[in-house]
């Protein structure tokens, strides 16, 4: 249990890198996230040492030896930013020699594994944004506030009882720009983003709204990927915004090149047309796009997704270069099992975009629809050589990766009914630390039938499956970055 005393000389934010199947490369983008909320505490508290420790940067060995130095008058602020890195967290909380500690990150949310953290380890944590939430913590840990006035806080009561306090949001124009540099090395990060498959010298993560635009859209058609996690209620933002950010990060780090924004928006490419004229039309005339700064794009394929030649124009004239497609599957039969509102024509519209406008495509698929065939899953390969005949070396990097069924995802709800109604595994649902590869495994027992009794059992399956995702991660014109999981 965390000691309030008002003895606190540091605070110091720990990101611990994904645990397994992933060999250490160095991260390319500075975390968003976590600077952001280390700044925002080093404004409250200027007496206060703020210190920032990425370990998807440093190595996970390199940052369990920071964590070990730091001082018992330190606040550890641990970022489960996956739950892949979650078994990382606990080594580095097992490690710490300080007691005040709070989790913070996608894994803790309260419906993932949050609870479980608060209930099983006794940590305090703090679900969802972390800005506000972090600056409240901390003045509970100088005697200054109540643990129940801390907004998003689960934790344990005196008497074990499990607390959640009300959950805020903020939209993000609320929160100051990030100044990377006064905690990280932003040279290490361009070094390695250089040597990666983007157009630019050094990038940044630009998160526009968040929660997914196609999920609201679809509430009531049930829209919501089968594989993703994300489901918070969408955020649209002031278009105004997005120009600043930009103008910001070229004047701040411009020296070091080319600017590219990584701006992880599916859901905003689902703000359409109208919202990014505005856009366009508010954009900044002191920076040059595709000059001064460059841009990638999340996307999915669809009406309103990345369909219409009008919004190609707006996003290329904004300066968009990348786009990354989540394509997933390449029949409709497995597209409509992933949820995923798409067909295969409008998978062919994206390439007719590409082809007009000359945008890259960094294309991903998702490999464990329900019912995938094998003749389904090798049509993706099909796909892409089609692709490459039409786009050449503009196919930047392909992605195949089997499905993962993440906690808070819509398949990882269908996997635990699964497991209640077969009386099976019920203890993969009830910790913190599931062993995501059995879930995986599980998945593709219970839910792609037809791919098992083809390939002769669920190993099988699953070899055939890796078979092709090689295939496909040899694709691209430029090498497939390193940490997709396999
Ligand atoms: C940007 C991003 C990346 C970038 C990260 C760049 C960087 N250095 O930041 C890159 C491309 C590298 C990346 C990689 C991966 N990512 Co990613 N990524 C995202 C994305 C799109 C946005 C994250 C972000 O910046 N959000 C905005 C900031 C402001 O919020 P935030 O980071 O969540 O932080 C806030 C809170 O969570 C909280 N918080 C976070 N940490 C802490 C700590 C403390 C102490 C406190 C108090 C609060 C707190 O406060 C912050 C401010 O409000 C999310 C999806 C999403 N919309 O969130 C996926 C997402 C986080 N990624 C995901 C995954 C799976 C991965 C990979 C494992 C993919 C892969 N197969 O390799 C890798 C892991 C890489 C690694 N080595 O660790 C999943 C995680 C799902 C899960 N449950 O595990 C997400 C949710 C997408 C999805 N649904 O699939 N990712
Ligand atoms: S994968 Fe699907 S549900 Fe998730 S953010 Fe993208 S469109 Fe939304």
Redesign the pocket.
Known sequence: MNKINGNLEKIVIAIPEVAKGQSFVGASLPPLGVTRIAKMARARFPYLEVEVLDGVQIGQDQLRGRVREMSSKSLLGISAHTSLNWTNCLEIIEDSPTDKIVVGGIHAEGDRCGKYIAQNRGLDVIQGQGEIALIQYVEYILGKRKKEEVDNLIYLDKNKGLRENKISRQSQEFFPFVDYESFLDVSDYSRVFRNQFLTGDIGFTMVSPEG?K??DMNKKRGG??LF?D?GTEYLLHDPRFFGRWIEDHVKRYGHHGKVFMVNYA??TTGAGLGWWTEVLSNMPKNIKPHEDYGIKIYT?SGKGFFYSDKLADVFWRLGVEDIHV?FEAVTDEDLRSLHKGSTVRHHERVVEIAKNYGFRIIGSFVLGAPLATKKSLEGCISFVDRMKESLGDKVAVVTGSPLLPLPGSPSWEMLRQEAYHRGKHLDLFETDNPDLYQARRLWYDWFCDKLCIECGGVDSALGYVKEISDKLNCMGSLPTPENQFG
């Open positions: 997914c196609w999920q919501y990927c993703c994300i599916d859901e999915k989540g």
